[in-house]
């Protein structure tokens, strides 16, 4: 099995831009989908990014994803900071036998 | 519209056992696959447990033999049996479920507590 690396916290101001990663600690980052969920307090997760970079429905574009295979991790970009994406944050993927969580991230807007 | 709904949460002694359930509806249980993912009280999501839909499970190593996850099909619900229940069990317990040719979980309950406590 492998682990999925996020730092625990990452701050911004409303209007700008907030870059989370998450890295894998073996085998290629590309080698399974990595996908998103946004939690926020007293809330189940919902997905903010599937399959490394789609965008369900209903999820502004301000939300982005990538890869970066050089690194071995994966990114979800925030765009546009708002008060309402303060959450938690956090990135899964999977194998042939588990999947697998990031620790999570809170995203504080200050 | 797609609910999952858990039961079953409660306070249970440590060496205790409980049966929790997650009823579907707009949704196929035996069709897709289904898992349970914990979260402990102020930490991250854990993946416990799957039940795929041809029947067979996986387990995290954390409950490998004392968890057992399992499906009634004609009830559209999803089980999880806790044995051998140890503190660190104590979470919330969220039932998902995946969508075909999803690589993630595309629905969530809303999750039952448990808590594993002398």
């Known amino acids: 099995n492998f682990m999925l690396t996020q730092p625990h916290s990452v701050s911004e101001s409303p209007g700008k831009t907030v870059t989370i990663s998450c890295t894998r600690s073996?085998?290629?980052?590309?080698?399974?989908?990595v996908r998103w969920y946004q939690q926020r307090p007293g809330s189940s997760p919902t997905t903010v990014i599937y399959e490394d970079n789609q965008r369900p429905s209903g999820v502004p574009d301000r939300f982005s994803g990538s890869i970066d295979s050089s690194s071995n991790s994966a990114s979800l970009t925030i765009s546009g900071l708002k008060t309402e994406d303060e959450a938690d944050y956090y990135c899964?993927?999977?194998?042939?036998?588990?999947?697998?969580f990031g620790g999570g991230t809170k995203l504080t807007v200050l | 519209e797609v609910q999952l709904v858990e039961s079953g949460g409660g306070l249970i002694q440590p060496g205790g056992s409980r049966r929790l359930s997650c009823a579907a509806s707009g949704f196929i249980v035996s069709g897709n696959h289904m898992s349970w993912v914990r979260q402990a009280p102020g930490k991250g999501l854990e993946w416990v447990a799957a039940?795929?839909?041809?029947?067979?499970?996986n387990y995290a190593d954390s409950v490998k033999g004392r968890f057992t996850i399992s499906r009634d099909n004609s009830k559209n619900t999803l089980y999880l049996q806790l044995n051998s229940l140890r503190a660190e069990d104590t979470a919330l317990y969220y039932c998902?479920?995946?969508?075909?040719?999803?690589?993630?979980?595309?629905?969530w309950g809303q999750g039952a507590l448990v808590t594993v406590s002398s």
């Open positions: 899964q993927s999977y194998d042939t036998s588990s999947q697998v």
């Open positions: 039940i795929y839909s041809g029947g067979t499970g």
């Open positions: 073996s085998g290629s980052i590309a080698s399974n989908y």
């Open positions: 998902a479920g995946e969508s075909p040719t999803s690589y993630g979980f595309d629905y």
